[in-house]
């Protein structure tokens, strides 16, 4: 069965530095998301991505953030300068329409552990 | 906006038991529902989802959902707990119609079984 992977499965950084979270989203897929989930609250949505453009973003996704499809399969997370409060788990999904009614498919999750 | 409520952060069955997942909803239109699970180190997968229709709904494992309009709930329940239904279980809305399907979770409840 397809589905979607994200790497790595833990990423640890020291605060101010840059990371890039990947995904490989399922592959007839078009529409992609990130989300996160900081220890202990909500999964909350970050961005979603059809088209190489962001179709909607939160009000968490600021300007430390970016998002690319660099490629025909990876879906990458950016974030420049991190913070400490950018430590959560990471989720990447996909779906193949972005209708409210069809499925997002998750990925297994990146944490982030920012120090 | 829309926001999901999530009563009993953890819950606690004997395996056998009845299990009861409550999720409330607020929204002035009712939205698309849909429960996820999160078994250890793996990504949300999808139970069962209310867009429109019947408003019992069977998913995977033997897990149900009724859509109550009038009580803006949709509790999960599975008749006999087993072991290998311990895990963390989230509901989602999704706005019900154009747009983006970004989904908006609850807290989650994380559920025990014990022998």
């Known amino acids: 069965e397809p589905e979607v992977t994200q790497t790595p499965s833990h990423q640890v950084t020291q605060m101010g530095q840059e990371v890039i979270l990947r995904c490989v989203p399922i592959?007839?897929?078009?529409?992609f998301y990130w989300y996160r989930q900081i220890l202990g609250q909500k999964v909350e949505f970050l961005v979603s991505f059809y088209n190489n453009e962001i179709s909607e973003k939160s009000e968490i996704f600021d300007d430390q953030f970016s998002v690319e499809r660099p490629d025909g399969s990876n879906f990458t997370l950016k974030i420049r300068s991190t913070k400490l409060e950018d430590s959560a788990m990471y989720f990447c999904?996909?779906?193949?329409?972005?209708?409210?009614?069809?499925?997002?498919?998750f990925g297994p999750g990146t944490r982030l552990t920012v120090t | 906006a829309q926001s999901v409520t999530q009563l009993g952060s953890h819950v606690s069955v004997s395996e056998g038991a009845l299990v009861l997942l409550r999720c409330n909803y607020s929204?002035?239109?009712?939205?698309?529902l849909f429960w996820y699970v999160q078994y250890p180190n793996q990504g949300l997968q999808l139970l069962l989802k209310?867009?429109?229709?019947?408003?019992l709904v069977k998913g995977i494992n033997g897990f149900e959902a009724e859509f109550k309009k009038s009580e803006t709930s949709f509790h999960l329940t599975k008749p006999s707990a087993h072991m290998s239904d311990a895990a963390e279980y989230f509901c989602a809305v999704s706005p019900p119609s154009g747009g983006y399907n970004k989904l908006i979770f609850g807290a989650g409840t994380r559920l025990a079984v014990h022998p």
């Open positions: 929204s002035s239109v009712p939205p698309y």
């Open positions: 999904a996909s779906s193949v329409s972005q209708l409210s009614s069809y499925e997002q498919y």
């Open positions: 592959s007839n897929h078009l529409y």
């Open positions: 209310y867009t429109t229709g019947a408003t």
